[in-house]
T-cell receptor, first 115, second 114 residues
Framework: NAGVTQTPKFQVLKTGQSMTLQCAQD?????MSWYRQDPGMGLRLIHY???????DQGEVPNGYNVSRSTTEDFPLRLLSAAPSQTSVYFC??????????????FGAGSRLTVL | GENVEQHPSTLSVQEGDSAVIKCTYS??????FPWYKQELGKRPQLIID?????GEKKDQRIAVTLNKTAKHFSLHITETQPEDSAVYFC?????????????FGKGTLLTVNP
């Protein structure tokens, strides 16, 4: 049971380049999400998904695309990287608990630098 | 949408003292309030959570209190230890349907001095 696996851990891009951050979970969680973490800004939700084929925008979706073709995978795509997208990205997943709680399991994070 | 304010942004205490971090939320329909701890260079991990039908919850040295009327909740850490040093995030989630989006506060850097 690997939990939530993110790749790559580090990436340097030039402005205008595209790339995909990969996220996979093996816990059969319905809910998956992407957050970015910037100093002093906390964790801001980019996109999320409540199941295969269903995605929706979070607080800061501009410049990012997602898809959810399987329960396990939730990749985050940067179509044309900008310096403002320099950040640490976390993928997180959870089940829909009957108790009303959803405990997020986070990946280890991906540090992206855009020059 | 939901807005979560967290204070203070930094907190320094002596080992053995208590630490309190406070959060306020804007959406009266929010019903789930977790707290996450993030050690330096690590991923956030849940340390305690509370639902809106409960006013207080304790787990050893950690407790969370919720005041629905005032729309604020707090994390209390007693007998702090150096390993409690980390960034703490509060969060809130609005009830209803398949809405499982968590809105986080901006975090509190807690430093416990030996």
């Amino acid at each position: 049971n690997a939990g939530v696996t993110q790749t790559p851990k580090f990436q340097v891009l030039k402005t205008g380049q595209s790339m995909t951050l990969q996220c996979a979970q093996d816990m059969n969680h319905e809910y998956m999400s992407w957050y970015r973490q910037d100093p002093g800004m906390g964790l801001r939700l980019i996109h999320y998904s409540v199941g295969a084929g269903i995605t929706d925008q979070g607080e800061v979706p501009n410049g990012y695309n997602v898809s959810r073709s399987t329960t396990e995978d939730f990749p985050l795509r940067l179509l044309s990287a900008a310096p403002s997208q320099t950040s640490v990205y976390f993928c997180a997943s959870s089940y829909f608990g009957n108790s009303g709680a959803n405990v997020l399991t986070f990946g280890a994070g991906s540090r992206l630098t855009v020059l | 949408g939901e807005n979560v304010e967290q204070h203070p942004s930094t907190l320094s205490v002596q080992e053995g003292d208590s630490a309190v971090i406070k959060c306020t939320y804007s959406d009266s329909a929010s019903n789930y309030f977790p707290w996450y701890k993030q050690e330096l260079g690590k991923r956030p991990q849940l340390i305690i959570d509370i639902r809106s039908n409960v006013g207080e919850k304790k787990d050893q040295r950690i407790a969370v209190t919720l005041n629905k009327t005032a729309k604020h909740f707090s994390l209390h850490i007693t007998e702090t230890q150096p390993e409690d040093s980390a960034v703490y995030f509060c969060a809130a989630r609005r009830a209803g349907g398949s809405n499982y989006k968590l809105t986080f506060g901006k975090g509190t850097l807690l430093t416990v001095n030996p």
